[in-house]
C-alpha cells in the first residue's frame, strides 16, 4: 500500500486565499452573520491566514521572516516540529530554521533530503503517514531514530527556482495530519516562499544603495580632498607670488639706489676725467705753439701725436658718460634757437681733414637758411657721428648730406637730414642690430676701424629725446642712408 495519502499540485497561480480557503470555506464567510460552527471555524482560519499575510507581508520584519514562518506553522496545522529548509547557491540543502513544540524531545533541524528534494523536483506537496515506511524517504533508520510517524513536506516556489521546501513533522502522533493541513501547508509555502523572496530582494536592494552610497561617499570624500589640495596649492602660489614680489620690490629698490649711486658717481667721474684730459690737451696745444716757434720740428710732431691721442680720448670718456647718463634717465636737454645752415657750415669745416683722409669727397645740399629749435650740441653731435662713420667705412667715394625743411601742415614742421654714403654698406641682420650700446656691424669692424659702438645708440636717443629718430637703410658694398628726422621746433613735452 502507497504511504502516500495526498499529494497536492503546487500551482503558481493560486497565491491568494483560495490557496488556503476552501470555498466552501469561503463561501460560508461571505454568507454574513449568525455563523455556524462550520464558519467560526472559517472565520478562525481566515483570522489566522490575515495574520500569516500580514506577516509575511511585513518588510521591517523581514529579518526575523524565517524564525516566524518555522514559528507560526504550528498555529496552522498540528505539528509538533518544523523545519524551514533552504538549498544554498551550489544547491545544497541546509536546515536554515526549524522549530521543535515544548516536551517534544525532538532533535531540531533533521529532515529526510530526500522527501523534500521529491518535493521540489516534482513541486509538488508531499503527505506521508508513516514516514519510517516511506520509501521517499532517506535512510529508514534515522528516521526511525527522529521517531517521525507523520511529515508533510511543502516545495518553497520561487519566482525563477525552487527555494527550497517546508517540512512538518509529528513524533509522537500519527494520522494527524489531514487533506486540510496538507492544502494549508502548501498554501503557506506559496506565501513563505513570496515572502523569502521579497525578503532577498529588499535586502540586496539595500545592499547595493549601501554600497552606492560608500560609493559616493567616496567619490565626495576624494573630490574634497582634491579641493584641499587644489586650495593649499593655491594658497601655496599664492604665499610664493608675495614673496617674489617682496622680493622683486626689494630688488626694485636697490636697483633705484644702485642707480642714484650711479648718477653721483658720474657726475663726479665727470669733473674728475674731464679736467685732467683739458688739462692734458691745454698744456699739448700750448707746447705745440712754442715748439712751432721755435722750428723744433720733430717736438711738434710728437705734440701733435699727444694732443690727437688726448681728444680722441676725451671724446670716448665723453661718449661713455653720455651713454651711461642716458640709461640713468639723467640726461637733460638744452633747447635753443639756432640755425642749422650754419651748423651744417661749421660741421663740414671740421670734417674737411676727415673726409680726405680716405680720398672721399663730400657733397651737401641745404637751404642758405634753416631756423630750428632744439638742443644745438647734441644735433651737432648726432650729425657728427653720422658722418664720420659715412667717412670712416667709405674709401675712394661720395659722401652726401642732404639737410631739407618738410612742412607739416601750418606746425612748424619737421627738419630732415640724410647722410648717404658709398661706402661698405652692410646686410638687413646687420642693420637689425644697430643702434644698440657697445653694438657694432660685426667682430671685425673694431679691428679694421677701431670705435667702440656708441655712436648710434647715443645719437638714437638724442634724436628720440628731442621727439625724433634716426632710421637706417644699407646694402651691403653698396652703402648706407642714415636718416635723422626732427621736429623743427623742440617742444618740452617730446623732450620728456
Ligand atoms: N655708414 C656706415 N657704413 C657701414 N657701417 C656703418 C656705418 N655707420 C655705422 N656702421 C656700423 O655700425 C656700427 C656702430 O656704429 P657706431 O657709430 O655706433 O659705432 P662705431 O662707429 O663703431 O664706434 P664709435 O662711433 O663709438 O666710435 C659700426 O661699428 C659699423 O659696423
Ligand atoms: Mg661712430
Redesign the pocket.
Known amino acids: 500500500m502507497s504511504n502516500i495519502v495526498k499529494e497536492l499540485k503546487a500551482d503558481l497561480t493560486l497565491r491568494s486565499l483560495q490557496d488556503i480557503l476552501k470555498p466552501s470555506e469561503l463561501a460560508s464567510i461571505r454568507r454574513g452573520p449568525a455563523p455556524s460552527p462550520a464558519e467560526q471555524k472559517a472565520r478562525q482560519k481566515l483570522e489566522i491566514v490575515l495574520k500569516v499575510s500580514e506577516m509575511l507581508s511585513n518588510p521591517a520584519a523581514a529579518d526575523r521572516l524565517p524564525d516566524e514562518i518555522v514559528a507560526i506553522l504550528p498555529q496552522i496545522v498540528p505539528v509538533e516540529r518544523t523545519v524551514l529548509v533552504l538549498a544554498d547557491e551550489a544547491g545544497e540543502l541546509q536546515a536554515h530554521k526549524a522549530w521543535v513544540a515544548p516536551g517534544v524531545g525532538a532533535e531540531a533541524g533533521v529532515f529526510s533530503r530526500q522527501i523534500v528534494r521529491y518535493a521540489m523536483d516534482n513541486a509538488v506537496a508531499v503527505l506521508s503517514m508513516d514516514a519510517a515506511g516511506d520509501s521517499r524517504f532517506d535512510a529508514a533508520g534515522s528516521i526511525q531514530a527522529q521517531h517521525i510517524r507523520a511529515s508533510m513536506c511543502a516545495p518553497l516556489r520561487g519566482r525563477q527556482r525552487m527555494l527550497g521546501a517546508l517540512v512538518a513533522d509529528n513524533v509522537t502522533r500519527t494520522e494527524m495530519f489531514g487533506e486540510d493541513d496538507l492544502r494549508l501547508l502548501a498554501g503557506f509555502a506559496n506565501q513563505a516562499a513570496i515572502a523569502l523572496e521579497n525578503a532577498e530582494l529588499a535586502r540586496s536592494l539595500a545592499e547595493q544603495a549601501r554600497r552606492r552610497e560608500a560609493e559616493l561617499t567616496g567619490l565626495v570624500e576624494e573630490r574634497t580632498a582634491n579641493l584641499r589640495e587644489e586650495k593649499e596649492r593655491a594658497e601655496s602660489a599664492r604665499a610664493e607670488a608675495d614673496r617674489l614680489r617682496e622680493v622683486a620690490e626689494a630688488a626694485t629698490h636697490e636697483a633705484e639706489e644702485a642707480s642714484r649711486s650711479k648718477s653721483r658717481f658720474l657726475a663726479n667721474m665727470s669733473h674728475e676725467l674731464r679736467t685732467p684730459m683739458n688739462a692734458i690737451i691745454g698744456y699739448t696745444d700750448l707746447l705745440l705753439e712754442e715748439a712751432a716757434d721755435a722750428g723744433d720740428e720733430s717736438q711738434v710732431r710728437d705734440l701733435k701725436k699727444i694732443g690727437g691721442a688726448a681728444k680722441h680720448l676725451l671724446?670716448?670718456i665723453n661718449?661713455i658718460l653720455d651713454i651711461s647718463k642716458i640709461e640713468a634717465g639723467k640726461m637733460t636737454l638744452t633747447v635753443e634757437d639756432f640755425d642749422l645752415a650754419t651748423q651744417i657750415g661749421q660741421i663740414q669745416d671740421t670734417l674737411r681733414p676727415l673726409v680726405a683722409q680716405k680720398d672721399n669727397q663730400l657733397e651737401v645740399t641745404c637751404p642758405p637758411s634753416l631756423p630750428m629749435r632744439a638742443d644745438e650740441t647734441r644735433v651737432r653731435q648726432v650729425l657728427y657721428?653720422?658722418l664720420?662713420?659715412?667717412c670712416?667705412?667709405?674709401e675712394k667715394g661720395r659722401i652726401r648730406l642732404d639737410v631739407r625743411h618738410e612742412p607739416d601742415g601750418s606746425g612748424p614742421g619737421w627738419v630732415v637730414v640724410a647722410?648717404a654714403?658709398s661706402?661698405?654698406?652692410?646686410t638687413p641682420e646687420?642693420t637689425g642690430r644697430?643702434?644698440q650700446?657697445f653694438?657694432?656691424?660685426?667682430d671685425s669692424?673694431?679691428r679694421r676701424?677701431?670705435?667702440?659702438?656708441?655712436?648710434?645708440?647715443?645719437?638714437r636717443h638724442f634724436c628720440r629725446m628731442m621727439g625724433g629718430d634716426v632710421t637706417?637703410t644699407?646694402e651691403l658694398g653698396r652703402?648706407?642712408v642714415?636718416t635723422v628726422r626732427l621736429p623743427a621746433v623742440v617742444t618740452l613735452a617730446s623732450t620728456e
Open positions: 671724446a670716448l661718449d657721428n653720422l664720420s662713420n659715412a670712416k667705412f667709405t647722410v654714403d661706402g661698405i654698406g652692410m646687420q644697430l643702434f650700446a653694438v657694432q656691424a660685426d669692424t673694431s676701424f677701431g670705435g667702440t659702438g656708441l655712436g648710434l645708440a647715443i645719437s637706417v644699407s652703402g648706407s642714415f
